[in-house]
């Protein structure tokens, strides 16, 4: 979709209106926001009876003078409106406009204002495309029309509902979000024989100099390969790296705002970025090594969420760590039975190399505890067992009540499911071993994700503050194969939880 916008207060007389509706009862639509000519064309149409303003269903109507196209968009029952609820019907409403190069699409602003907010709605109506509109077909030879070629304009009827600026800043906002899904989703579609640790990385820097760079505030850049993980005693993500053809490395990104205020905290945000786990001497079966390229899922939302924040001026401080390498087989690979040594000091005896993410934050989360942040969130493709206890839903676990509510309050308010899981007595014990400090599996299936959150749950440690670390874990195994994100293409990574952690990132936070 171009990003290329409009705004008029007068109606347009080429390319096609669409106007929305909500469903006023079992058979019929609620036009009584439209203007009265708009009214007097739906209705003048002998098939106008079948539409009844569903969620997605259009219908195409011409105005009187017959030139002028309009295209009714159905938003679904108003008493169960929402933002994620108009997002669904808008992708579904997009995705049957003509495929017209250069087609005009000019939106009766004030139709969409269901939630009465005109910015709101804007952004809904760019963001939205932007995310339908998206393909990821850089391999393709012959590349299928999406869309991208369509304009949205907008026009208000109200000249006083909302300023030029308004519009602008509202548009700027969608594309910014938008923006920061889509590259998520380029980097977690990236294929494996390209993608390795050395390109992701390379990948990342060279978006964040090119993107970052003229915002507000102070932006650090910093790359630790090999020689530097070493340094930092790394053992645990150098015995994943043992197997790779390619250097382990590790992105240390920071923001600092130029003013601080009474709810700016200091955030660490830790992603695991797997290029691609064949789970090691632990082999992975046949059925389960396919969609392996995506176990940078973690690393991708991550950093694409902090791209977010400093675009819109967070006012917290930001920390990003990413943590990348591959998991393959070689003579050198890590093998199980082997007991290595983090960069906390602790043992960990390896019963699998397959559960290998855990180790790479392990020591990520310690060396992010070196920066003494207020609060760490690590994000993580880390577990089948979350997949199957929450299928397409986050699992989150932590140590802090206060944060857990925030980071569920705030993927409420995106219409990103989570849910929190428990991390019992029972589950460290679990993770406790015979010939070192800890195991990196327990070998069983029950409560898996939970047991994970308890391996990691050692690396946070008391940094000598007044306040302990506050820490969330962010298991996000399930959400990359959703199939019901009509706004996210078939077979693409869907990019949940970037908007999520974006807005929690822009909110002051205020927690005990």
């Given at each position: 979709m171009r990003k290329k916008s409009a705004l008029t207060f007068k109606r347009p007389a080429n390319g096609i209106i669409w106007i929305a509706a909500c469903k006023k009862s079992k058979n019929e639509a609620d036009l009584s926001h439209w203007p009265k000519d708009y009214q007097s064309a739906f209705k003048d149409n002998s098939s106008s009876a079948l539409f009844t303003g569903d969620a997605g269903k259009v219908f195409p109507f011409t105005l009187t003078d017959g030139k002028q196209v309009v295209w009714a968009i159905g938003l679904g029952d108003r008493e169960k409106i929402s933002e994620e609820k108009i997002r669904q019907a808008l992708a579904q409403a997009y995705k049957q406009f003509p495929d017209s190069k250069g087609l005009t699409l000019w939106a009766q602003v004030e139709s969409f204002n269901v939630l009465e907010n005109?910015?709101?709605?804007?952004?809904?109506?760019?963001?939205?495309?932007?995310?339908?509109?998206?393909?990821?077909?850089?391999?393709?030879?012959?590349?299928?029309?999406?869309?991208?070629?369509?304009?949205?304009?907008?026009?208000?009827?109200?000249?006083g509902a909302i300023?030029?600026?308004?519009?602008?800043?509202?548009?700027e906002t969608a594309n910014i979000i938008a923006g920061g899904v889509n590259f998520a989703r380029d980097l977690i579609n990236e294929v494996p024989n390209v993608q390795n640790s050395e390109v992701l990385a390379k990948t990342i820097l060279s978006?964040?100099?090119?993107?970052?760079?003229?915002?507000?505030?102070?932006?650090?850049?910093?790359?630790?390969?090999?020689?530097?993980?070493?340094?930092?005693?790394?053992?645990?993500?150098?015995?994943?790296?043992?197997?790779?053809?390619?250097?382990?490395?590790?992105?240390?990104?920071?923001?600092?705002?130029?003013?601080?205020?009474?709810?700016?905290?200091?955030?660490?945000?830790?992603?695991?970025?797997?290029?691609?786990?064949?789970?090691?001497?632990?082999?992975?079966?046949?059925?389960?090594?396919?969609?392996?390229?995506?176990?940078?899922?973690?690393?991708?939302?991550v950093y694409a969420a902090f791209r977010n924040a400093v675009l819109q001026e967070s006012p917290h401080t930001i920390s990003c760590f990413l943590g990348m390498t591959d998991n393959l087989i070689s003579p050198a690979a890590n093998l199980p039975d082997a007991v290595i040594k983090g960069r906390a000091g602790k043992s960990?005896?390896?019963?699998?190399?397959?559960?290998?993410?855990?180790?790479?934050?392990?020591?990520?989360?310690?060396?992010?505890?070196?920066?003494?942040?207020?609060?760490?969130?690590?994000?993580?493709?880390?577990?089948?067992?979350?997949?199957r206890a929450l299928g397409h839903v986050v699992g989150v676990m932590g140590n802090s009540r206060p944060l857990i509510e925030e980071l569920l309050k705030a993927s409420e308010e995106e219409a990103e499911?989570?849910?929190?899981?428990?991390?019992?007595?029972e589950y460290r014990d679990d993770i406790k071993a015979t010939i070192a400090d800890l195991r990196n599996s327990t070998g069983g299936t029950s409560a898996g994700a939970q047991k994970a959150a308890a391996f990691l749950e050692h690396f946070i440690r008391d940094t000598g503050g007044k306040n302990k670390i506050k820490w969330a874990h962010l298991d996000i195994a399930g959400i990359n194969s959703a199939t019901h994100l009509h706004?996210?293409?078939?077979?693409?990574?869907?990019?949940?939880?970037?908007?999520?952690?974006t807005h929690f990132l822009l909110c002051p936070l205020h927690l005990k």
């Open positions: 005109i910015s709101k709605t804007i952004s809904l109506l760019y963001e939205t495309a932007t995310l339908t509109y998206y393909r990821f077909d850089k391999y393709l030879s012959e590349k299928k029309n999406s869309n991208g070629d369509k304009t949205i304009k907008l026009f208000i009827e109200n000249k300023s030029e600026s308004e519009v602008s800043d509202a548009i978006d964040a100099k090119k993107t970052l760079k003229s915002k507000t505030g102070k932006i650090t850049l910093k790359l630790l390969g090999r020689k530097e993980i070493t340094r930092e005693k790394m053992g645990l993500f150098l015995a994943v790296n043992q197997g790779s053809d390619y250097e382990p490395q590790l992105v240390h990104l920071q923001y600092r705002p130029k003013k601080i205020t009474q709810g700016s905290k200091h955030i660490a945000l830790v992603g695991k970025g797997l290029t691609f786990d064949s789970g090691g001497y632990s082999l992975k079966p046949s059925n389960s090594i396919t969609e392996m390229k995506t176990d940078m899922a973690g690393a991708a939302t960990v005896e390896i019963l699998s190399t397959d559960a290998e993410g855990r180790l790479v934050l392990a020591d990520l989360l310690d060396y992010a505890c070196d920066f003494k942040p207020d609060i760490i969130i690590d994000v993580a493709t880390l577990t089948g067992a979350c997949v499911p989570m849910w929190q899981l428990p991390i019992i007595d706004y996210s293409p078939k077979g693409s990574a869907t990019g949940t939880m970037v908007r999520t952690l």
